[in-house]
């Protein structure tokens, strides 16, 4: 069964500066999707970054980026110039891809992000 | 279109009683998910449709939740004798079949309160 772990519960990062969440999965498959999704209290998840795990290069949108390491099966989310609106629930997600019909998806349990003015 | 809509968005309830959640998806995505979320966690997975079949129950979906989705478009989860572990935030999220993102949308979500 494919699982995904973020050994980090909380995290804090001072404004302006650059924090990185971490998380690892298990999967005997080849053709998935990795997602970080942002939740903010009380508010609906929106998608931040996506990775497809054929394409070897790294994704990054504007200030976040990730560090995708197919063979150790991590995927950690870095966020540069952190921003007060960054302060959320951050959830790594794994969804297989099955020749282009997807499962459902697997959460995290989520680490959340505190940003110090 | 606006996204993911659900409805109510917090829902206080005493225990046995019986409620019902509904979800409205992005008009053109063929699959409707629903996940339960408990504080702190993460979402689980509870079942998910493609257009009006429900393809896949979660272990965590007891004999008393039952879900629709009777016209392929909108859907219901109803959760009947409610106990005081069924509180917990419920949401709904809409894909397409075949997605070139794998993106999956989610709606606010339903929060239950069993008292």
């Known amino acids: 069964a494919q699982t995904v772990t973020q050994s980090q519960p909380e995290m804090s990062v001072q404004e302006a500066e650059t924090v990185t969440l971490s998380c690892t999965y298990d999967t005997s498959e080849s053709d998935y999707y990795l997602f970080w999704y942002k939740q903010p209290p009380s508010r609906q998840m929106i998608l931040v970054i996506r990775q497809e795990a054929y394409k070897q290069q790294n994704a990054t949108e504007n200030r976040f980026s990730v560090n995708f390491q197919k063979a150790a099966k991590s995927f950690s989310l870095k966020i540069s110039d952190s921003q007060l609106g960054d302060a959320a629930m951050y959830f790594c997600?794994?969804?297989?891809?099955?020749?282009?019909?997807?499962?459902?998806?697997?959460f995290g349990k989520g680490t959340k992000l505190s940003v110090k003015p | 279109d606006t996204g993911v809509s659900q409805d109510p968005r917090h829902k206080i309830t005493k225990r046995g009683q019986n409620v019902t959640f509904r979800c409205d998806p992005i008009?053109?995505?063929?699959?409707l998910y629903w996940y339960r979320q408990t504080l702190g966690q993460g979402p689980e997975f509870l079942t998910y449709f493609q257009n009006e079949a429900q393809l896949e129950k979660s272990r965590l979906l007891s004999d008393r939740f039952s879900a629709e989705r009777p016209k392929g478009s909108f859907s219901t989860l109803e959760i009947q004798r409610t106990e005081q572990g069924d509180s917990a935030m419920y949401l709904c999220?809409?894909?397409?079949?075949?997605?070139?993102?794998?993106?999956?949308?989610f709606g606010e979500g339903s929060r239950l309160t069993v008292l």
């Open positions: 997600a794994y969804r297989i891809n099955y020749g282009g019909s997807q499962g459902n998806l697997i």
């Open positions: 999220a809409s894909s397409l079949l075949h997605s070139n993102t794998g993106e999956l949308f």
């Open positions: 008009s053109e995505h063929n699959r």
